[in-house]
């Protein structure tokens, strides 16, 4: 963009004293504006040391100030710059002297929260839990909510429960001196509740603040925003309701909605023209983003002309729509460099189908985000465990892994003692040094030697095993025998259907909150992932190359390469081609959409998605998922 101004950028940028909100829409030039302003400002005598700009990420803090000073001759300012949470926690370490040893690493808050599970031992203290009781607290403490009042949408832990591990996980963080950075937030607020004289040393300090992205603030955030700008209320805000997509984490639109409530008579400009897209790409978007009925009400225009297009394509099945997208991109390199070529998911377990197929096409490409790898989840583990001890790796780590799932009523205390008993340890007849692979090991009766060594068959012989036990057992002998040998392909199919495992994660999972579809889905990717390997050593070895393909994709020094990411990871980038797979209802908008609230700001994060494509937009979606006819999502309908 020339520094020529339009005459919305014009007025945000001449504003000086008083509230002001600048609605930036998508490629609206944004940081153009609050960077001419900060220099505007200076120029017309407001000391840069009062002038205070927040952003979300430290990435585009580091990316706002290198572009101001750019702009002032690299001169050096005294404007500051920083992040919420990088501003808050100087303010605790100036005014209470707190220091970066105080802050929680993520492994002491795995630490605290095990220790605060363990007085209840009726609630799973598995990775899963652990993970979903920090995300809710962290929900709790940017809302600013006591936890007796936080509704979860989990049914990991009931109410009662739930409450006291919340006040006992506290109770750790203090004795151990800790906090996180939610914490940083509600101690900065107490911090000035209570003491007065020094929240007016702040304000004094900075008079003019202005913030970046503010439809992404949280309501603690915010209060701490509303003490230090008062009185004067020198607050200069710019965002984007319509790209609102941080709810998970807090996020609050209804703030940036409420501002003009909030200060009276404060101005307010609407950065309406988009110089990023072609007309068609601005116009389908705004098309979609209108059936959003709580927002600020916008017209949106292209500034530049353009060839291109959105287009919409069906494909059969899920095979035919990654050859499809392939195909897109192998065309698009013909007229395009590849990092102008990007591919943007709902979520990142998408993403590892077209890695693996854009690595087998020989196509170079880059991981904006670290993708879950499939293989690393608890079903893959699962299922690679199975198929390992009945080709050879009789380990009791494999053993134990699966023996119970589903339920056998196996326990480890028997699996133990005769281990112990033999004295071998893991490493038995069967399994020599990792290399026991697609052996046919046999008693001298003739039978395949499952044990290590032979403990299942020595259950069956044991009067204190119960006849239960003993009839599960020989049938999990019997399965083991059969998949001695099978194409992992087959091999994984049968354990989840003969054996019973799917239904068993099926129902394991729906009690975790995450449903039913969503495990078949990982299930399918797992299994789908050994169908065209010759072998289970060849397949093993496709995990390891794909394994090492996401590892330098994701590789910080080299982002060359098509670009992969989620949508929300897509926020605040433009590429010259878009690609959008797997546009399907219960993917987006996802299926657990219940409320009208959650379904526009999937609508929100659809919009931000289409809203990076500079001049060609594809959105893709499947008619057959597994032989099932699905819906394409209601969104490309609205468009």
Request: hydrophobic residues 35%; contains cysteine.
């Amino acid at each position: 963009m020339s520094e020529q101004m339009n005459n919305e950028q014009r007025r945000a940028v001449m504003h000086l004293d008083g509230p002001m909100m600048v609605l930036a829409g998508p490629g609206s030039g944004k940081t153009f504006v609050i960077t001419r302003r900060i220099r505007n400002m200076i120029q017309s005598g407001i000391a840069p040391e009062s002038i205070l700009v927040i952003t979300f990420t430290k990435a585009a803090a580091v990316e706002m100030q290198e572009r101001f000073e750019s702009l002032m001759d690299d001169e050096i300012s005294g404007v500051t710059f920083g992040t919420f949470h990088g501003i808050y926690f100087n303010f605790l370490k100036k005014s209470l002297g707190y220091s970066a040893s105080d802050i929680v690493t993520e492994k002491e808050k795995r630490r605290f929260i095990k220790e605060a599970l363990s007085s209840y031992p009726m609630v799973n203290a598995d990775d899963f839990t652990m993970t979903y009781l920090l995300d809710s607290f962290s929900k709790i403490k940017n809302d600013g909510i006591e936890p007796e009042r936080y509704e979860s949408p989990c049914r990991l832990v009931d109410k009662e429960n739930f409450e006291k591990i919340y006040y006992d996980y506290a109770e750790i963080m203090r004795i151990a001196g800790k906090i996180d950075f939610d914490d940083m937030v509600l101690k900065c607020w107490q911090l000035f509740s209570v003491n007065p004289e020094i929240l007016e040393m702040w304000r004094a300090r900075f008079k003019y603040i202005l913030i970046d992205e503010f439809q992404d603030i949280n309501p603690m955030q915010y209060e701490v925003i509303r003490m230090l700008a008062a009185p004067l209320n020198n607050l200069f805000i710019v965002g984007d309701d319509d790209q609102s997509i941080y709810g998970f984490r807090g996020s609050c639109p209804q703030i940036m909605l409420d501002f003009p409530k909030e200060f009276k008579g404060a101005e307010s400009v609407l950065l309406k023209y988009n110089y990023r897209s072609i007309p068609e790409v601005v116009n389908t978007a705004c098309k979609l983003i209108g059936h959003n009925k709580n927002r600020f009400k916008k017209t949106l225009m292209a500034a530049n002309k353009g060839n291109g297009g959105v287009n919409v394509l069906a494909f059969k099945d899920k095979k035919e729509e990654t050859e499809g997208v392939i195909n897109l991109v192998k065309t698009g390199l013909r007229f395009l460099d590849r990092n102008d070529i990007a591919l943007i998911f709902r979520t990142n377990s998408s993403a590892g189908i077209y890695a693996k197929a854009l690595s087998e096409a020989g196509i170079q490409y880059y991981m904006r985000e670290k993708i879950k790898n499939i293989f690393y989840g608890t079903i893959a583990k699962d299922l690679m465990a199975v198929l390992a001890y009945a080709n050879g790796k009789k380990t009791r780590e494999n053993l134990l892994r699966f023996m119970n799932k589903p339920v056998r009523y196996i326990r480890r205390c028997d699996i133990d003692d005769r281990i112990n008993a033999d004295g071998k340890g893991a490493e038995g007849r069967g399994y020599e040094g990792g290399k026991g692979y697609l052996r046919d090991k046999r008693d001298n009766a003739g039978r395949r030697d499952f044990g290590c060594p032979g403990y299942l068959i020595c259950m069956l012989h044991d009067p204190e095993i119960k006849d239960y036990v003993k009839k599960n057992v020989k049938e999990l002998i019997y399965h083991l025998d059969t998949l001695c040998g099978m194409h992992p392909f087959a091999g994984m199919n049968y354990i989840r259907k003969v054996m019973g495992y799917e239904a068993f994660m099926i129902k394991e999972n729906e009690k975790r909150g995450i449903p039913k579809d969503e495990t078949i889905n990982e299930l399918d990717e797992i299994t789908d992932s050994a169908k065209n390997t010759d072998n289970y050593l060849h397949w093993l070895e496709s995990i390891e190359e794909y394994e090492e393909s996401l590892k330098n994709a994701q590789n910080e020094e080299s982002r060359d390469g098509v670009q992969l990411m989620t949508m929300h990871g897509s926020k605040g980038l433009e590429y010259r081609m878009v690609i959008i797979p797997d546009m399907n209802e219960g993917n987006i908008p996802s299926k657990k959409c219940e409320k009208p609230a959650e379904l526009e700001e999937e609508r929100r994060v659809f919009y931000v998605a289409m809203t990076r494509a500079k001049e060609k937009l594809f959105l893709c979606h499947l008619e057959k998922n597994r032989e099932k006819r699905i819906t394409p999502s209601r969104f490309l309908k609205e468009i």
